[in-house]
């Protein structure tokens, strides 16, 4: 059997795995602006520690439902009866830790926001650093954020290289866009 190398890769493999192909052609990559979108992605990828990706898409939208549409405002005041209600949702990952540290997070960018605005300068003035030094930042910073975790936030973000192979049609259509992204992004 053959070992797939990248995500590009799984993606391709559209008949056993659709549910990447639009993850991988429209997302992954793909720079965020918007802070609940950040969050979004944070929350997706802190549940997926020790789960397959593909486990954690497929439960998107109950994720979406179950944290308030990833509204960092509304899950930041997410008290011991959400964190039972979600304990006992079946729709997502009913993991202790994952969920009180979504909360804590949510809360935690609450004051960088009001610290620098948004998540996205948070993440702007931090660029650009190394895999490592992001971890660091990101420990210090944040409940819950090895450095698997911390890289594929940062690689499906479009902080850090190698969310596609360069021969991957997805990756020239992130290229278009880097123009207007880099602008915002110090380099």
């Known amino acids: 059997m053959e070992v797939e190398k990248s995500y590009c890769d799984v993606a391709k493999n559209s008949s056993t795995h659709k549910v990447h192909k639009h993850y991988h052609d429209h997302e ?3 720079p965020i ?6 969050f979004e992605r944070l929350v997706l990828e802190i549940n997926q520690a020790g789960l397959s990706w593909e486990t954690i898409l497929k439960k998107k939208e109950n994720f979406y439902k179950a944290f308030a549409g990833f509204s960092i405002d509304k899950v930041s005041r997410y008290g011991e009866k959400q964190k039972l209600r979600l304990m ?3 729709g997502i990952i009913r993991n202790r830790l994952k969920i009180e540290a979504t909360i804590e997070n949510a809360r935690r960018i609450k004051k960088i926001q009001k610290q620098c605005g948004s998540f996205k300068n948070w993440l702007n003035q931090q660029h650009p650093k190394t895999k490592e030094e992001w971890v660091k930042v990101f420990k210090t910073e944040f409940k819950f954020t090895g450095g698997e975790i911390v890289n594929e936030f ?3 973000t479009g902080y850090l290289k190698g969310a596609h192979l360069t021969t991957c049609e997805t990756y020239n259509k992130i290229l278009r866009l880097k123009p207007a992204w880099f602008a915002l992004v110090k380099n």
């Open 88 to 90: 006992h949702d079946a």
């Open 154 to 156: 940062l690689m499906s």
């Open 28 to 30: 992954y990559g793909f």
């Open 33 to 38: 602006d918007d802070d609940d979108r950040l």
